[in-house]
């Protein structure tokens, strides 16, 4: 159980150009789905918390206009990545926590290479 | 400001030479603390709540443990197959979301 989807698993794409990433829960409803960035060698930082139905709140210094996320159902949040460049690539990680349980423990999907050239 | 920190930064462990992990913290009110597993590549994989001092939890070869200001996750006999990075991650009361504040993380390498 607790099993959280992304797709795509990576994508290169021309500087200038958007990306859209999905996250799905695939066996639970989710109250809440956050979205993280990895660099490598370096721990996950906080993009954005997002809850359905409502705008997502984003963290500070996270540019809301250029990330932008939608929580469109219970089970699926986006983020698109709007006119990309080279220094937005990084390993982009979604996780979710489970609306029925209430439980704070958070499940992440799988994450998603970005590589803008 | 909710701080976490992780050490030693990287581990190298013999199989079946024990050691532990720690992962201290300062937050403004625990809901709780969570470590997780993360392998090259991948997402965050859960391994364990913990919510109040004194409270420990096990799994197979993992026991994690919590005190008022850190966390010590003890791997038993290990194998090659429990090399990977190692999160916690605190979440404050203060927080209705649930937001998480990671630590940098331990990187464990069992050797056979």
């Known amino acids: 159980g607790a099993v959280v989807s992304q797709h795509p698993s990576w994508v290169i794409c021309k500087s200038g150009t958007s990306v859209k990433i999905e996250c799905r829960s695939l066996?639970?409803?989710?109250?809440?789905m956050f979205w993280y960035r990895q660099f490598p060698k370096q721990s996950l930082m906080l993009m954005a918390t997002?809850?359905?139905?409502?705008?997502?709140?984003?963290e500070q210094g996270v540019e809301k206009d250029k990330f932008l996320i939608n929580h469109a159902s219970l089970t699926l949040s986006t983020l698109t990545v709007t006119s990309a460049h080279p220094e937005d690539s990084s390993f982009y990680i979604c996780?979710?926590?489970?609306?029925?349980?209430?439980?704070?423990?958070?499940?992440f999907g799988p994450g998603t290479r970005l590589t803008v050239t | 400001e909710d701080q976490v920190t992780q050490s030693p930064e990287a581990l190298r462990l013999q199989e079946g030479e024990s050691s532990s992990l720690n992962c201290s913290y300062t937050?403004?009110?625990?809901?709780?603390l969570f470590w997780y597993r993360q392998d090259p590549g991948k997402g965050p994989e859960f391994l364990f709540t913990?919510?109040?001092a004194g409270e420990e939890k096990e799994k197979e070869r993992l026991k994690a443990t919590l005190t008022k200001k850190e966390s010590f996750l003890h791997i038993t006999a290990p194998k090659p197959e429990d090399s990977a990075t190692y999160l916690c991650?605190?979440?404050?009361?203060?927080?209705?979301?649930?937001?998480?504040?990671f630590g940098a993380g331990t990187q464990v390498v069992v050797t056979p």
């Open positions: 996780s979710a926590r489970d609306r029925l349980t209430g439980a704070f423990e958070q499940y």
């Open positions: 066996d639970f409803q989710a109250t809440t």
């Open positions: 997002s809850n359905e139905g409502s705008k997502a709140t984003y």
């Open positions: 937050v403004s009110g625990l809901r709780g």
């Open positions: 913990l919510y109040s």
């Open positions: 991650a605190v979440q404050a009361i203060s927080d209705s979301w649930g937001k998480f504040q």
